[in-house]
């Protein structure tokens, strides 16, 4: 079955540190791969996808990400976080045509990330 | 442009009770997607509109759960009985039409409904 997995539950960083959220699928055909990001009390937010092209693919707020073929992942990154980047995110995979329900997105479990001043 | 929206915000039932969700999709997006997350677990799928058709239901969990989408427009997920599991917040989620290739564009997401049943 097609899965999703996201390494680290819960994170805590403190500012200025450097964030890796890592993300794995199962699946070794085409992807679209998503990151979102769930801030407190608000909804779900893209915060960068990947269709094609460029590996790296930069989001907002200072967001990047590096698609690895080869690796089927899609590890979240920023240089250094804000106190404001508390917020819980989701690696997201939407696979292609012909491996079933291709338009639907498989979630990873979610990493919860804390960062004190 | 507004956004996905999803009435009620909160809804606290007993088991047993009905409850009926609302989405309200973006302005001209085909694709009305239902998640849920249960506490503590991932987002999952439950079903996929385009227009006013079921694309694809398989991640509805039984036949406790109805969806419509009448019109092409808001969609409504109803569950009747609520049993205790069904508890988690429900999400919604839209898109504009499917590309050439067959893949679907970027997912908005709405604020959810937090669903409780005691």
């Known amino acids: 079955a097609q899965s999703v997995s996201q390494h680290n539950h819960h994170v805590i960083l403190s500012e200025a540190a450097s964030l890796e959220l890592g993300c794995n699928y199962s699946y070794g055909g085409t992807v679209n791969l998503f990151w979102y990001v769930q801030y407190p009390g608000q909804h779900l937010q893209l915060l960068l996808k990947?269709?094609?092209?460029?590996?790296l693919v930069k989001g907002i707020k200072g967001f990047e990400a590096e698609f690895i073929k080869s690796k089927f992942s899609f590890n979240l990154r920023k240089p250094s976080v804000q106190w404001s980047d508390t917020a819980e995110y989701f690696c997201?995979?939407?696979?292609?045509?012909?491996?079933?329900?291709?338009?639907?997105?498989?979630f990873g479990a979610g990493t919860r990330l804390a960062v004190h001043p | 442009e507004a956004g996905v929206t999803q009435f009620p915000s909160h809804s606290v039932i007993e088991k047993g009770q009905t409850v009926t969700l609302r989405c309200d999709p973006i302005?001209?997006?085909?694709?009305l997607y239902w998640y849920r997350r249960v506490m503590g677990k991932e987002i999952k799928f439950l079903l996929h509109f385009v227009k006013e058709s079921k694309q694809d239901e398989s991640g509805m969990p039984n036949n406790r759960f109805l969806a419509e989408r009448t019109g092409g427009t808001y969609s409504t997920l109803k569950v009747q009985p609520a049993e205790l599991e069904d508890s988690g917040v429900y999400f919604c989620a839209s898109s504009q039409a499917v590309r050439a290739s067959g893949i679907t564009d970027t997912q908005y997401f709405g604020p959810g409904t937090r669903l409780t049943v005691l």
């Open positions: 302005s001209g997006h085909d694709n």
């Open positions: 997201a995979v939407n696979f292609a045509r012909g491996s079933g329900g291709y338009n639907k997105l498989i």
């Open positions: 990947y269709f094609s092209g460029d590996p």
